[in-house]
């Protein structure tokens, strides 16, 4: 599963964006795709999950601020990011868990600033 994420960008605090993760192949049967972050000094944390189930889990320091969503005739996972805040400064990483195997995006950079 190759996996394509883009979206990121500059945007100042309180500010919205949307990421996108282009899967190559069906999502209908890929267990869980998710968008994890990494910022400067710290380790990569789960940001946002879905199961193909249509179940999702978020980071608490994300909850009531980020959605994630999927349309699986698109083969993409989507991240709608509202209310920024610089700590959400990163690099924002797709991700797919299938059957054992797990799958990384390239990553795209979000930064928080004004």
């Known amino acids: 599963v190759q996996l394509q994420a883009c979206g990121g960008g500059l945007v100042q605090p309180g500010g919205s964006l949307r990421l996108s993760c282009l899967a190559s192949t069906s999502i209908f049967n890929i267990n869980i795709m998710g968008w994890y972050r990494q910022a400067p000094g710290k380790q990569r944390e789960m940001v946002a999950i879905?199961?193909?189930?249509?179940?999702?889990n978020y980071a608490q320091s994300v909850e009531g601020r980020f959605t994630i969503s999927s349309d699986k005739a698109k083969n993409t996972v989507y991240l709608q990011m509202n209310s920024l805040k610089p700590e959400d400064t990163a690099v924002y990483y797709c991700?797919?868990?299938?059957?054992?195997?797990?799958?990384w995006g390239q990553g795209t950079l979000v930064t928080v600033s004004s």
């Open positions: 991700n797919a868990w299938n059957r054992g195997a797990n799958y």
């Open positions: 879905i199961s193909n189930m249509g179940s999702r």
